[in-house]
């Protein structure tokens, strides 16, 4: 099976503009979840969806927001980017059901300037 | 305070030398990760524990839930080891969000 795809992998952008990164989970996985890794604030959970529904979310602002497709494929968006919203930003699919290992994608690093 | 530590943050050894990592979580979990980070970015789930122990290859993951402790151990450690490791948890009642450890950042000297 094709592992997590994540499209783009860097992204340079600047401030107050949106950004829309994209994720493709494995092939039946129906969760996704969403990720910020910064290096003062490390891993932090963003949402997840599952079955086109968001299911949990994380303490972000309203300017991060996600969708998530009938194919599983899920979209993140971050709109008025702050310079603080440099950062890898990865997802990572699992089938949903139960507690199970997530599998990751390879992230796309977005700065913004 | 986290609420998932691991020690040590930074961590260099000669090769072959035995490893190990430690991680601390402070409330009831549903199961316990470890991950891997290469330079790039890259994560990979490593184990997923909810009791006792697990081995794969030349690495062993062990987890002590009334003391609420995991360690991480890699025997005849390799330059190719070298890497993030992070210790996460699910919660009990926070459906399977991930909550991280700080990582642990190690480095194998040939």
């Known amino acids: 099976k094709a592992g997590v795809t994540q499209t783009p992998r860097y992204l340079i952008k600047t401030r107050g503009q949106q950004v829309t990164l994209s994720c493709s989970p494995i092939?039946?996985?129906?969760?996704v979840s969403w990720y910020q890794q910064t290096p003062g604030q490390g891993l932090q959970f963003l949402f997840e969806?599952?079955?086109?529904?968001?299911?949990n979310k994380g303490n972000f602002p309203g300017r991060f927001s996600g969708r998530q497709f009938s194919n599983s494929r899920s979209e993140m968006n971050v709109s008025t980017l702050e310079l603080g919203d440099s950062a890898l930003y990865l997802c990572?699919?699992?089938?949903?059901?139960?507690?199970?290992?997530?599998?990751f994608g390879p992230g796309t690093r977005l700065l913004v300037l | 305070k986290n609420e998932v530590e691991q020690s040590p943050q930074n961590l260099t050894a000669q090769e072959g030398e035995f490893i190990t990592i430690n991680c601390s979580y402070s409330?009831?979990?549903?199961?316990l990760h470890w991950l891997q980070q290469h330079p790039g970015g890259g994560i990979v789930s490593l184990f997923m524990?909810?009791?006792g122990k697990k081995k794969h290859g030349r690495l062993i993951a062990t987890i002590n839930i009334q003391e609420k402790h995991s360690s991480l151990h890699i025997t005849a450690s390799h330059p190719r080891d070298s890497a993030v490791y992070i210790c996460?948890?699910?919660?009990?009642?926070?459906?399977?969000?991930?909550?991280f450890g700080q990582g642990t950042r190690l480095t194998i000297n040939p």
């Open positions: 990572a699919s699992r089938s949903g059901t139960g507690v199970e290992t997530q599998y």
């Open positions: 092939s039946g996985h129906r969760s």
């Open positions: 969806y599952f079955s086109e529904t968001q299911r």
């Open positions: 409330v009831g979990i549903s199961a």
């Open positions: 524990l909810s009791s």
């Open positions: 996460a948890v699910t919660y009990i009642q926070g459906a399977q969000k991930l909550v």
